[in-house]
C-alpha cells in the first residue's frame, strides 16, 4: 500500500470572546427572570465561572457570531439566513481552513482530488458542505460529508488515508468547521459553557517510498470504534415537524444538545484509555513510547485521567497539550488544533497520537511518526 503523509495544516479561529464571567452573568440573569415565576420544587440553579473552570478547565471560548448570544432575550447567536446562490456559512467557516491548510503545504487547490466534510454540526443534509467547499477553493474529484459526533475529523482522516492508500485518490482534504454555538442551548447549565467555534483542515496525500519531508507526519495507522449510547444527543431533525400537530411552528430548544455529564465522563475515560493502549500495542508501542498525544479537547479532568488511567501516573501539558482553556470543546476540530498548534517542537522520528472521542460513543485514533 502506499504511504500517506500529512503535508498541511489549517485552522480558523473566529476572533470574537466570550468569557465564563459574560457568560454566567447572562445565564443567571435568565434564571432570576426563570424563578420568579417558577414554584419552590422548581427553582433552577446558577452558574459561576468557578464552577465552570473546574468542572471543564474552560476559561474563555472563541465564537463565530456574538451577537445575541449574551442577550437575555434570546440567548442564541443571530446568524442572517443566506440565499441559495450565496455561500453558506459552514461552507465559508471551512473553506477559510482548507486555504490554510493548503498555503502551508504549497499546494494548489487544484491538485486536491478529494474533500471531505468532517464535522459534528453540519449545516444540511444536501447538496453536501464538502461538495461547497470543493465548489469554493477550486478542488478536483470528489467530495462528500461524514459525521460522527466529536470523532468527525479522526473518522474522516480513517476515510482519507485508506482511499490514499487504495490509490482512489492522490491528496485528500479533511475539514471540519464546527459551528456549534448555533446548536447549543444557552439555557443549559449542563452544556451552555461547553463549546466555541473553530474550523480546521489537514491536507493528506500520498508518498512515494524514499520520499522524506522534515517537519510533516506520516500517518502510520488509523482507528475508529463505535458503541451505541442516548448519554450525548441532539434530536434536531426535519422530523421534528413532522412529530408537531401544529406545523407552522418549529420547537428547537429540547431538541438541541444535552447529555448525562456525569455517565459520559465515567464511560468515555475507561473505553478512550483501553482503546489507546490497545492501538499503539498492535505497533508494539506503549504510551511512553509516544512523544505527544493531541487528545479531544472536551474536558480538561477527562483527559488528565485518560492518560492517568494509560500511563500509570499524572502526565503533564508537555505530552498533553491542550487549547481548551482558550478555545473551550470545538467539538471533532479541537484535536486537530491541538496538533496544528503544538507539533513543531517534536523531532525526526517522534511519534505522536490524535484521539478523539465523542458522541455515540465513538472514538477514534491516528498515529503519526514526524519525518
Not at 442564541?76 to 455561500?87: Q, T
Not at 487544484?110 to 444536501?126: F, K, M, P, T
Request: aromatic share 6%; glycine share 8%; with cysteine.
Amino acid at each position: 500500500m502506499k504511504r500517506v503523509i500529512i503535508s498541511g495544516m489549517g485552522v480558523s479561529v473566529p476572533e470574537a470572546v466570550i468569557s465564563n464571567e459574560e457568560l454566567v452573568d447572562c445565564f443567571n440573569k435568565w434564571v432570576e427572570r426563570e424563578n420568579g415565576s417558577r414554584g419552590e420544587a422548581e427553582q433552577l440553579q446558577k452558574s459561576s465561572a468557578e464552577f465552570i473552570y473546574h468542572a471543564s478547565g474552560i476559561k474563555r471560548r472563541h465564537v463565530h457570531t456574538p451577537d445575541g448570544i449574551l442577550d437575555v432575550n434570546r440567548m442564541a447567536p443571530r446568524i442572517p439566513a443566506r440565499d441559495d446562490d450565496e455561500l453558506s456559512v459552514t461552507a465559508e467557516f471551512g473553506a477559510a481552513a482548507a486555504r490554510n491548510a493548503l498555503e502551508d503545504a504549497g499546494i494548489d487547490a487544484a491538485e486536491v482530488d478529494l474533500v471531505i466534510c468532517a464535522g459534528s454540526h453540519l449545516q444540511r443534509l444536501y447538496p453536501s458542505i464538502g461538495i461547497e467547499i470543493q465548489n469554493e477553493i477550486g478542488a478536483q474529484g470528489a467530495a462528500f460529508d461524514i459525521s460522527l459526533g466529536c470523532s468527525s475529523a479522526a473518522s474522516g482522516i480513517h476515510v482519507a488515508v485508506n482511499l490514499l492508500r487504495s490509490g482512489a485518490h492522490r491528496r485528500a482534504l479533511v475539514v471540519t468547521p464546527e459551528l456549534i454555538t448555533a446548536h447549543l442551548n444557552f439555557r443549559d447549565r449542563q452544556t451552555h459553557f461547553i463549546f466555541g467555534d473553530s474550523a480546521t483542515a489537514l491536507l493528506l496525500e500520498t508518498a512515494d517510498e524514499g520520499d522524506v519531508r522534515p517537519g510533516r507526519f506520516e500517518v502510520i495507522d488509523t482507528s475508529n470504534w463505535t458503541q451505541f449510547s442516548n448519554n450525548i444527543r441532539s434530536n434536531f431533525s426535519y422530523l421534528n415537524r413532522a412529530a408537531q400537530e401544529d406545523v407552522s411552528v418549529i420547537i428547537t430548544e429540547g431538541n438541541l444538545i444535552k447529555q448525562q455529564g456525569n455517565k459520559v465522563f465515567k464511560d468515555v475515560t475507561v473505553a478512550s484509555h483501553r482503546f489507546i493502549v490497545d492501538f499503539l500495542a498492535r505497533h508494539g508501542r506503549t504510551p511512553e513510547t509516544v512523544r505527544r498525544f493531541w487528545l479531544h479537547q472536551a474536558n480538561a479532568r477527562m483527559n488528565q485521567m485518560i492518560l492517568k488511567l494509560a500511563f500509570g501516573r499524572e502526565i503533564g501539558p508537555d505530552i498533553a497539550p491542550t487549547v481548551l482553556e482558550e478555545l473551550g470543546n470545538t467539538a471533532a476540530a479541537g484535536a486537530v488544533v491541538a496538533l496544528a498548534w503544538h507539533h513543531k517542537d517534536m523531532q525526526a522520528g517522534d511519534y505522536g497520537l490524535l484521539c478523539t472521542y465523542g458522541a455515540g460513543y465513538s472514538i477514534g485514533g491516528a498515529l503519526l511518526r514526524m519525518m
